[in-house]
Nanobody
Framework: VQLLDSGGGLVQPGGSLRLSCAAS????????MIWYRQAPGKERELVAA????????NYADSVKGRFTISRENAKNTVYLQMNGLKPEDTAVYYC?????????WGKGTLVTVSS
């Protein structure tokens, strides 16, 4: 199993970024995919999740209305579109999948929101 996070960077407040997570080594379309983030000095927190078949989504209250999670099963990729970014969104963002009783994580991509 491999998850490759990408798309992070430095952005000004109010700006946008799109993160991608390319998956391999498992049947991507069958599994819930989740984005987490970890800010400096804070615990890792769930940001957004998307189910496998129907593409139902769930978001942390702090990002509702600003972030959108989506997936493209043909490309084995999950995305996180982030709009209206705030300084408090600064964190390392990770994608995760749980399968066969274990959690698999990407290495993370750093998002910095600053003027």
């Amino acid at each position: 199993v491999q998850l490759l996070d990408s798309g992070g960077g430095l952005v000004q407040p109010g700006g946008s970024l799109r993160l991608s997570c390319a998956a391999s080594g498992f049947t991507f379309s069958r599994y819930i995919m989740i984005w987490y983030r970890q800010a400096p000095g804070k615990e890792r927190e769930l940001v957004a999740a998307i189910t496998s078949a129907c593409g139902l989504t769930n978001y942390a209250d702090s990002v509702k209305g600003r972030f959108t999670i989506s997936r493209e099963n043909a490309k084995n990729t999950v995305y996180l579109q982030m709009n209206g970014l705030k300084p408090e969104d600064t964190a390392v963002y990770y994608c995760k999948v749980r399968l066969n009783g274990g959690d698999y994580w990407g290495k993370g991509t750093l998002v910095t929101v600053s003027s």
